[in-house]
């Protein structure tokens, strides 16, 4: 059974940092891109950064660039999102995504939110 399960959500003030993990199981992680998305109340889902297998490649979205972190550790399994200078309109439910050819798998999402 394929199972992707986010962790490292909570309740953070302005300005302030979490690190989201994205833990696989049932598949090799290695040879699947990972994409974490967020979905904010009333918004569509947006992706928010991605990384490939081998995480040479890194992609963000211009609203995160320079504060968020996309990196993998293969061995462990997990993908991680560090996020720095957290902002008000990155509250939002956060889901990763593990993609290989036509195949793909979502975790249940982690709720992150910002505010005083």
């Known amino acids: 059974q394929v199972q992707l399960v986010e962790s490292g959500g909570g309740l953070v003030q302005p300005g302030g940092s979490l690190t989201l993990s994205c833990a696989a199981s049932?598949?090799?992680?290695?040879?699947?891109?990972v994409a974490w998305y967020r979905r904010a109340p009333g918004n569509q889902r947006e992706v928010v950064a991605s990384i490939t297998p081998g995480g040479g490649s890194k992609n963000y979205a211009d609203s995160v660039k320079g504060r968020f972190t996309i990196s993998r550790d293969n061995a462990k399994s997990t993908v991680y999102l560090q996020m720095n200078s957290l902002k008000p309109e990155d509250t939002a439910v956060y889901y990763c995504k593990a993609l290989h050819r036509f195949l793909d798998y979502w975790g249940q999402g982690t709720q992150v939110t910002v505010s005083t």
């Open positions: 049932g598949i090799n992680l290695n040879i699947y891109a």
